[in-house]
């Protein structure tokens, strides 16, 4: 799958410095806006489009995630005006950001990972199994609910009061919660709402998830940039344990815990993670 045209991008913030932002699967820029504007007395975001969101864009051509670091790489190499920068992603958009700095440490000035989408090689192997043997959509706890997500909606409201009560979001506060429900959705033409981020594309994602990542393991310890990973203390993805193995393989990386989140922490806790973030980056 090949994209010619320059890639596309929102911009957010002050006149600051650049700070180059990755979604997560499932998750368009605007569902970050409260991130966003705890960060923007500081620094200018730029926040990469992703590829599920790329017009005539086909899941089908997914095999795994280095394409999200190629365009990353591509995305810096056109518009990062001195590098080596600063890059920031979330969950998939993390990984995305360290496959790609690994390969262009060149680029990279600071490297923030919020939760990434990094499991264990032992993980790694189960994911492989489940991929060969077809039964990776009951292994993995969202690809159902993904595949059959609600694509259109008459009115905002009644999503908002049905997420509301989600175990999902409980620790997102009103503002978030709507911003990332209006972060999720378009206008139709002919009224009412439909999801900017199609299931397809964010099944596919799962699917050619974390079966070739065995190469960051590999590659980690020989990581040299600045690098803060923030994890959710509640979160199903990147486990306590991992990060004690991330530490052991380069100590160098610092690894912090935001208590009372998820996965979702820079949704879930916007200004502590932009307190983070800013710290570091001074």
Avoid at 89 to 107: F, K, N, Q, V
Avoid at 267 to 272: A, H, K, S
Wanted: net charge positive; hydrophobic share 40%.
């Amino acid at each position: 799958m090949s994209f010619t045209h320059p890639i596309p991008s929102q911009n957010f913030g002050s006149d600051g410095p650049d700070l180059f932002f990755l979604h997560a699967n499932g998750y368009p820029p605007g569902c970050y806006r409260p991130l966003f504007e705890s960060l923007a007395k500081h620094v200018h975001i730029r926040a990469m489009i992703q590829r599920p969101l790329w017009p005539n864009s086909c899941p089908e051509d997914l095999r795994d995630w280095s394409p999200f670091s190629e365009d990353l790489i591509r995305f810096l190499d056109e518009n990062a005006s001195s590098p080596p920068t600063v890059v920031l992603g979330h969950s998939m958009g993390g990984i995305a950001a360290l496959r790609a700095a690994l390969r262009r440490p060149d680029l990279f000035r600071r490297l923030i990972l919020l939760d990434p989408v990094l499991l264990p090689p032992a993980f790694i192997l189960l994911w492989r199994i489940a991929l060969r043997l077809n039964f990776a959509h009951r292994f993995h706890p969202h690809i159902v609910a993904a595949s059959n997500r609600r694509r259109e909606f008459d009115d905002l409201g009644p999503l908002f009061e049905r997420y509301r009560g989600r175990e999902t979001f409980r620790y997102m506060d009103d503002v978030a919660l709507r911003m990332y429900i209006e972060g999720i959705t378009r206008r139709k033409e002919n009224g009412g709402y439909q999801l900017l981020y199609s299931p397809e594309w964010e099944t596919r994602v799962y699917y050619a998830s974390i079966w070739n990542d065995m190469d960051i393991w590999r590659a980690l310890p020989k990581l040299n940039i600045p690098t803060l990973i923030l994890r959710g203390g509640e979160t199903d993805t990147f486990w306590a344990g991992t990060a004690r193995k991330v530490i052991r393989l380069n100590p160098s990386i610092r690894v912090e815990t935001i208590q009372k989140s998820t996965h979702l922490v820079p949704l879930e806790r916007p200004q502590d993670v932009a307190d983070k973030v800013i710290d570091f980056l001074k």
